[in-house]
């Protein structure tokens, strides 16, 4: 019987699985600005894409990554299905599998994409959770070994909201790959200490560290790459008054980033919100990667989708 694969966590690939992924990304991205167009590798496979919040990046790179391959992609939004009050997810993904070669769920709890892969008879990729956003790591480590030639050793600093998917996402991708992860948060958005665990947990066998600090001058000194995210995230909208307040002096700005490596990149998984998280001069400085790593989306999944469907 074909094994499946879910792709929930970055965790879920060992290192080696990892660079196979971005060997396959490569290849697909080199072939694509070579000849405008990939070979016809999925053809006649269907990708559901489930989205319970908005998307521009996930959904245009999931979308138009099956279409490159010669495959196709079904966009259920919000409203469509309803799933938890109009059907349950282990139902929507028993339905799912039965028509389609590969699912992707963007949800508000971690736990429906879990449910939905518990009972999906095909691979499930997080678009994001409240959790995890695994693939915008694929995405920004793609990025980072594009500019800086490898990934192992290096130093990253993730200044601002830590307690969110995209911080805990690349502390595991930190420890699972070797590179050091500093993190200045303001006291209570610190990582969710399960997922701060299990990074160390990781990061001992790598040897590197991952660490905290409520100074973001602390953990961006000597930095390589350093990254932000919103300070509101997606299912966060009812704490914006209190959260712009607290995270005001976690702004990623000229003065900050001086303090990094002198050639220090800049990466936000975008949406950005130029005045609050990041100032304008540093997102559209020349040290910032933020438009190759949004279109390091596409490749990076399609590089996923090809590993998660080619399982023996
Ligand atoms: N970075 C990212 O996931 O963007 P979208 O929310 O627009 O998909
Ligand atoms: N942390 C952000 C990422 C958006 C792509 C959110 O969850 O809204």
Not at 114 to 124: K, Y
Not at 145 to 168: F, I, P, Q, S
Not at 228 to 248: A, C, P, Y
Request: proline fraction near 4%; charge should be positive.
């Amino acid at each position: 019987m074909k094994k499946i694969r879910h792709f929930l966590s970055i965790t879920d690939l060992s290192p080696k699985e990892f660079w196979q992924v971005m060997q396959l990304s490569k290849k697909l991205k080199t072939e694509h600005k070579r000849k405008g167009a990939n070979k016809e590798i999925f053809p006649n496979k269907t990708l559901i894409m489930i989205f319970e919040k908005p998307s521009l990046r996930t959904r245009i790179s999931f979308e138009a990554g099956m279409t490159h391959v010669g495959g196709h992609a079904i966009y259920l939004g919000p409203s469509d299905i309803g799933m938890g009050s109009r059907e349950e997810p282990r139902d929507v993904a028993i339905v799912s599998s039965s028509m389609s070669d590969i699912i992707m769920a963007r949800t508000f709890k971690h736990t429906t994409i879990e449910n939905l892969a518990q009972h999906a008879t095909v691979p499930v990729i997080n678009a994001l959770s409240n959790i995890e956003h695994p693939c915008q790591i694929l995405a920004d480590f793609m990025t980072i070994w594009e500019v800086k030639g490898k990934l192992e050793g290096l130093r990253l600093a993730y200044v601002g909201d830590a307690e969110n998917n995209v911080t805990h996402s690349l502390a595991l991708g930190c420890g699972l790959l070797g590179m050091h992860f500093y993190v200045g948060a303001p006291k209570g958005y610190w990582m969710d200490a399960a997922i701060f665990n299990k990074s160390q947990a990781l990061a001992k066998k790598t040897n590197v560290s991952i660490k905290q600090t409520t100074k973001p001058q602390e953990a961006v000194k000597g930095a390589d790459v350093v990254i932000t995210d919103t300070w509101v995230s997606m299912g966060d909208e009812k704490e914006k008054k209190k959260r712009l307040k607290i995270f005001k002096p976690y702004q990623v700005n000229s003065s900050l980033m001086k303090l990094a490596h002198k050639k220090a990149i800049f990466l936000h998984c975008l949406p950005a919100y130029r005045g609050n998280e990041v100032s304008s001069d540093v997102i559209d400085s020349a040290r910032s990667v933020v438009f190759q790593e949004a279109e390091n989306r596409l490749h990076a999944q399609k590089g996923l989708m090809a590993f998660l469907l080619n399982q023996p």
